[in-house]
């Protein structure tokens, strides 16, 4: 897995990602919010199943108890290397963002 962390207040990128697959098709990728995050702070997600491939937004995000998009329901999953991207915004705070890749044969 390769990640890479960038401009942005210093710990408001995602941690903890993780990625799960359930009946060979499904998917859901969980994250917590960055421990520096200002309040604000919500995430989307973006992922391709190969770095040339067509980007794609989460369809249904999973919240948590404040609204804050805290992970990702897949259906109809390949099992391939994907790249996922997870950015933030907030309205005062430039945000880190948080990108990986991921060979899902390997989950």
């Known amino acids: 897995m390769d990640t890479a962390v ?27 919010a960055g421990r520096n995050a200002p309040g604000d702070t919500q995430y989307f997600l973006y992922w391709q199943n190969s770095r040339g491939g067509d980007v794609m937004e989460c369809e249904l995000y999973i919240k948590d108890e404040n609204g804050r998009h805290a992970g990702c329901r897949f259906k109809n999953v390949k099992i391939e290397k994907s790249y996922f991207l997870v950015n933030g915004s907030s309205k005062n705070s430039l945000i880190q963002f948080y990108d990986t890749d991921i060979h899902l044969h390997e989950i």
């Open 6 to 32: 960038f401009s942005g207040i210093n710990g408001s990128a995602i941690e903890n990602f993780s990625c799960v697959i359930y009946d060979l098709s499904l998917m859901n990728c969980t994250w917590q």
